[in-house]
C-alpha cells in the first residue's frame, strides 16, 4: 500500500475544490469537511434533517472507502449552522455509535456556514495494524 491514499466515497467528490474527501496516511485516516451532499444525485437539500442524514452517511462511506470502519473513528468534528440542530445531530449520533462505552469524541461548534449547508463534519481514525 502506498504511503497516502487519497480518495472520494463512490469516486464522487463532496468538494468543488482540488482536495480529497477523504485521505488514508498508513492506519490513520482523516477526513476533509464532510456536508449533507447526497452522494447519490450530488444535490445539497434545503431539509435541515435531510443534510444532517446525508452527513452521517457521508461519514461512513468515506472512512470505508479507504478501509476503515465506524469504529476505527476516534474524533469528529461538528459544525451545526445553527445550534438547535443538535438535538437532529444526537438523533444520528445515537443511531451510528449506539454503544456509550464505545463512541468517539465530538466536539460541536455552531455558527454561519456558508454555500446553504447545514452541517459539515470531520473526523479522524486510527485503523488497527
Do not use: C
Not at 461538528?78 to 464505545?102: C, G, Q, S, T
Amino acid at each position: 500500500m502506498t504511503h497516502r491514499i487519497a480518495a472520494h466515497p463512490g469516486g464522487k467528490s463532496l468538494h468543488k475544490q482540488p482536495i480529497p474527501t477523504v485521505t488514508r496516511v498508513g492506519n490513520m485516516i482523516f477526513s476533509s469537511a464532510l456536508s449533507g451532499t447526497d452522494l447519490a444525485t450530488g444535490e445539497l437539500p434545503k431539509d435541515a434533517e435531510k443534510q444532517i442524514e446525508h452527513a452521517f452517511a457521508n461519514v461512513k462511506a468515506s472512512v470505508e472507502e479507504v478501509g476503515g470502519t465506524l469504529g476505527d473513528i476516534g474524533k469528529m468534528t461538528v459544525w451545526l449552522a445553527e445550534r438547535d440542530m443538535r438535538e437532529i445531530v444526537n438523533k444520528y449520533w445515537l443511531a451510528m455509535f449506539p454503544d456509550e462505552h464505545n463512541r468517539p469524541v465530538r466536539h460541536t461548534i455552531a455558527g454561519p456556514l456558508q454555500g446553504g449547508f447545514i452541517i459539515q463534519i470531520e473526523f479522524v481514525a486510527v485503523v488497527a495494524k
